[in-house]
């Protein structure tokens, strides 16, 4: 069994990173199978419950106010809207539902008031429920928590040293304050980046020594690639090479191999066989569903399909450890 480590440094990830391509495959499938059950894979589905207007300005994200990308902005949906949605992606074999909100942080107004309801009424659904709301604090992240939230979806999105070349109205440490916060809450987190922002592979490995070495590791870590936007200032960005994606789940798997890693954003991209690929190299969640937040993303149907050909598993809700348990799990550790 593979030692869960938060001492890594940047030789040792950037010796895993960089090795033959199949045999990292293979050592990352091995240390998969030691903790996890291989071919069990996770379906999440992602819904913009407040679309748009958003005063950040991530250079990748065709939600920022600032850009002109097409993108409507839309209220705050209603709670039975949501609940809808979350029924639906329970029937197409969801487990997990997440809502994002196209805000830079959380206020505490009527808002926030409403997206409390919406957790509780989607809970009733036997499903994960996962926010991506912006930055919180740690009273929020505690309302989030007693309202029974499982899950906090906040990406620290890539290296520290190439973070101000995307993103410049928050800083890095202002995203890991926010990742405190939710662990701090009891609430599962799920942190991870995206590729292709034009990193450098120095970057990609600082990202994950960043994650590999929080006190405790995401329960969830998000592996994204970039789906460039007209009107974004990354829309001519290249697309990223698909074996630069499998080291970076498998370099992920090695390093974290208790989180479950998500093969998330530019999946619609991917033939069967390179999602397979994938699935061996450790990812075992994906999300599904016509969209993820504004960009296309593969549909149930053909989801479904994928699992029979592979034989893949859908995987069950809460057969991770409960949020309020991995408190505990925190405050047992040794220092």
Request: aromatic letters at 6%; proline letters at 5%; glycine letters at 6%.
């Amino acid at each position: 069994m593979s030692a869960i480590r938060h001492n890594w440094t940047k030789d040792e990830i950037q010796s895993i990173y960089n090795k033959p391509l199949l045999p990292l495959v293979l050592e990352a499938a091995n240390v998969h199978s030691q903790n996890h059950v291989f071919g069990e894979v996770q379906i999440s589905s992602l819904l913009s419950i407040k679309t748009g207007g958003c005063s950040e300005d991530c250079a990748y994200c065709p939600q920022a106010a600032r850009y002109n990308t097409g993108v409507e902005v839309q209220a705050l949906m209603k709670t039975s809207e949501v609940v809808k949605a979350a029924e639906a992606a329970k029937a197409g074999g969801a487990s997990r539902f997440c809502m994002g909100a196209a805000w830079r942080e959380v206020r505490d107004n009527r808002d926030f008031d409403r997206v409390i309801e919406m957790v509780k009424a989607v809970n009733t659904l036997d499903m994960e429920v996962c926010c991506t709301l912006g930055m919180i604090t740690d009273s929020q992240a505690e309302r989030l928590a007693e309202a029974g939230l499982y899950a906090y979806n906040h990406n620290v999105d890539t290296s520290e040293e190439h973070y101000s070349e995307v993103i410049t109205t928050r800083t890095y440490d202002d995203r890991l304050n926010t990742l405190s916060n939710v662990r701090k809450a009891g609430i599962s987190v799920c942190s991870g980046g995206i590729i292709g922002l034009g990193e450098k592979d120095e970057d990609r490995i600082g990202m994950l020594l960043t994650l590999a070495n929080l006190p405790a590791h995401p329960e969830s870590v998000p592996i994204n690639t970039l789906v460039p936007v007209a009107g974004t200032p990354l829309a001519e960005n290249n697309k990223v090479p698909f074996d630069q994606l499998v080291r970076m789940i498998a370099t992920a798997r090695i390093v974290m191999p208790k989180a479950s890693v998500r093969l998330s954003a530019g999946r619609l991209e991917l033939s069967v066989s390179e999602q397979a690929m994938c699935f061996m190299a450790g990812a075992n969640s994906i999300f599904a569903g016509d969209k993820l937040l504004t960009t296309p993303n593969p549909e149930f149907n053909s989801d479904m399909e994928m699992f029979t050909l592979l034989g893949l598993t859908p995987k069950a809700a809460f057969a991770d450890p409960t949020p309020r348990s991995l408190r505990t799990e925190l405050q047992n550790e040794p220092a």
